[in-house]
């Protein structure tokens, strides 16, 4: 009786947070109004470097984000600026890290937990609450060769960024910032258990012959297809583009205000 109790619970607080995913979704998308979406960094693992990184950091070294999805807006026919960035500073809390597993119930656990440590964060805060926010959590590249995947949470509106605390890394860093970006607006992965971009939907150039090697990325794609089994990954905002399938599933069907 008590374990049919908590699995009540628990489908009582999906349900919800399935019924306001959609409503903000919706919402989000209308593309009536740039939406304010708001960075914070954190440090993932402690190391003076990556402090010294963070500290280092200011609105500035974001506004390419801003550029980018407003240029790829606008070449979608969407009138006003999709987005408008601001870098909101850095933070002493730690969203919580998605699990490595696979497991369902392990994956959905940690979406709750994200979602109430970012209500729990944005109640507490004095600043003003953006539409997305993205917590870019920070790692010094002598310590840290690979990072954890990133997550961005369509309808929660959130998301956590893995990055390397390393200026020769940010545009890498950016390109995933806006890949989990447009995670949280409704996009999806389109590449494949290898990580090999779909085809035609994760290439950039779907339809060009030759159709190797693709000049740019697309960015729910991933990587740029060098060959049918060979591919690198992008270095900055220069190497990707936003698709006409990726652009469909965030609403910019270019008959927007």
């Not at 979704?25 to 939406?35: F, G, I, Q, V």
């Not at 994956?107 to 870019?136: H, I, K, P, Q, Y």
């Amino acid at each position: 009786m008590r374990k049919n109790s908590r699995y009540l619970i628990l489908l009582s607080i999906l349900l919800f947070v399935a019924v306001n995913e959609a409503l903000t979704k919706m919402r989000s998308t209308s593309w009536e109004h740039p939406l304010w979406v708001r960075i914070y960094a954190v440090s993932g693992d402690g190391r003076a470097a990556t402090d010294a990184y963070i500290d280092s950091l200011t609105s500035e070294h974001f506004k390419p984000i801003e550029k980018f999805v407003n240029r790829e807006a606008r070449r979608h026919e969407i009138s006003i600026d999709a987005i408008d960035v601001e870098y909101q500073g850095r933070l002493q809390s730690h969203p919580p890290q998605p699990p490595s597993g696979q497991s369902v119930l392990e994956n959905m656990w940690w979406s709750l937990s994200f979602r109430a440590w970012a209500w729990r964060r944005a109640w507490s805060s004095s600043g003003d609450e953006g539409d997305v926010e993205l917590f870019v959590s920070y790692h010094d590249t002598t310590a840290t060769q690979a990072l954890r995947h990133s997550v961005g949470l369509q309808g929660g509106m959130i998301g956590i960024i893995n990055g390397f605390a390393d200026k020769s890394y940010r545009g890498s860093n950016h390109v995933v910032i806006i890949h989990e970006l447009m995670h949280t607006l409704g996009a999806k992965d389109k590449y494949g258990a290898a990580g090999m971009p779909m085809h035609p939907s994760g290439y950039a150039e779907p339809y060009r012959r030759p159709l190797f090697p693709q000049a740019k990325a697309e960015i729910m794609g991933g990587r740029i297809p060098l060959s049918e089994h060979q591919s690198r990954m992008p270095e900055s905002l220069a190497d990707v583009l936003i698709g006409s399938m990726t652009a469909a599933e965030i609403n910019w069907t270019g008959d927007t205000p």
